[in-house]
């Protein structure tokens, strides 16, 4: 496991499992996140590695185990997941804009309905997100006429309007066109420098390789490694990993 | 066309300012016409705003009625699920003139004698209570036509479960089932001519006095069914400028 110098743990799941009906979707997972890592998590079609990133702001509930986030644990409690939710932001393989509503009601809705700002705050919070992730010039226009990269773009935005400590991404690349992978992954890139905490389910190696701290790699719903990128890529311990590699690699 | 889907304010403006002025307005041409119309022309403009009245507080009531028993319909809380079957059940299969029946005979004997309810208001009620139970289906399917991830979304950046629904999903929802429920309200126009039943003097009941007298149908029903067809299409012009203001999010660049 990978800790940074002066760790401050932020997200801690200790031995969590969920099912779907009879398969095992996630079995005993533990792991600790620290504030400002930047982790990748990787691994094959139906590995887990959605599923343990939805556990973590309670899109999936988990069936055994605990998850602390921030210091508050993740249950029943409705005022516990509010909280959580508040402090850590997600951006979704479909960008899941709002449709109904323009690129900046899109971004300050949130703040304006579960922070109390003002409506001119909100907006005015909502454009210089936008404008540092290069999409001012669009914000009256609606998801629908944005292009897939700017889309996500928007998410993005969206999500930081909160303030979150931990962003959250859901295979943020994978329903682009290649084309426009780059644009979201520079704003991704950016964003790692800036201290946040991010989790980032990926299959964008290069990304994972150049911009993480720390790599998980998910297979069978259990972490066969966490380690460095580096280590990972150049000696996986595990021949599963070796296999999932060298069907990744190619092109690398 | 093009300018009324470009302009949907405008043209839900202009069929406003339309209908009110019909309302209001009708009597004077009316009353150039030959007999047995122009006479009573004030008659008849009474019955049409009666029937419009009566159209737009049952449609309002019953939108109201419509999505909380589609929300109640789509509740995890079985009772509620159920409850709201059994009224969706029963409201569409027995006629709409027994229902009316029913409430203005029925009501007096439930109510305390100090609450008197007016013909208008009974008629309002069960009217209501039938166009909601359609409505219901109509607000049930729009809200399952709403994404999933939209729910996600909204749930993920922290807004409650009400302001999900509020802010993202109803708005939404409204989309699919706008069309339909404009259909209800159409029929509720012509519908709502059951209410002379019960001795409501709308546009119908009008139609049907003034034939009485005169014994002349052929005008005075020819007269009567041309001013329901300008309501019933000032309230599809009004329900599709509403659905087009509604899908600015499913346009493309204009």
Known sequence: MIVPENPRPIIEARNVGKRFGNFQALNDVTATFYEGQVTAIIGPSGSGKSTFLRTLNRLEKHDSGTIVVDGITLDDDLRHLDAIRREVGMVFQNFNLFSHLTILKNVSLAPLRVRKMSRADAEARALTLLERVGLKDQAHKYPVQLSGGQQQRVAIARALAMDPKVLLFDEPTSALDPEMVNEVLAVMRELAHTGITMLVVTHEMGFAREVADRLIFFDLGVILEDTTPENFFLNPNHDRAKAFLSQVKHGY | ?254
């Open chain 2, 1 to 254: 066309m093009n300018w009324s889907r470009q302009h949907p304010g405008w043209m839900m403006f202009g069929s406003m300012v339309g209908l009110l002025l019909f309302l209001w307005g009708m009597a004077i041409p009316l009353s150039l016409a030959p007999a047995p119309i122009g006479p009573v022309a004030h008659l008849f403009a009474d019955g049409a705003r009666a029937t419009v009245m009566l159209t737009l507080i049952a449609g309002s009531i019953g939108v109201v009625l419509g999505v909380l028993a589609g929300l109640g319909k789509l509740s995890t809380f079985l009772p509620l699920r159920w409850l709201c079957d059994f009224y969706v059940w029963l409201m569409r299969g027995t006629p709409l003139l027994l229902q009316i029946l029913f409430v203005w005979l029925t009501l007096p004997q439930i109510l305390p004698d100090s609450i008197q309810v007016s013909d208008f208001a009974c008629a309002a009620i069960a009217l209501a209570l039938n166009i909601g139970a359609y409505n219901t289906e109509c607000v049930r399917a729009g809200i399952l036509a709403v994404p999933h991830g939209q729910v996600e979304a909204a749930r993920a950046l922290g807004l409650s479960p009400f302001q999900t629904f509020m802010d993202v999903v109803l708005p939404q929802s409204m989309r699919v089932a706008l069309p339909a429920l404009a259909n209800n309200m159409a029929s509720l126009v012509k519908d709502s001519s059951l209410a002379y039943a019960i001795s409501v003097v709308e546009l119908t009941m009008v139609g049907y006095r003034v034939q009485a007298e005169s014994y002349q149908p052929i005008p005075v029903f020819l007269t009567i069914a041309a001013i329901y067809l300008i309501l019933t299409t000032a309230f599809t012009t009004l329900t599709s400028a509403l659905e087009n203001q509604l899908d600015v999010g499913r346009k493309r660049a204009e």
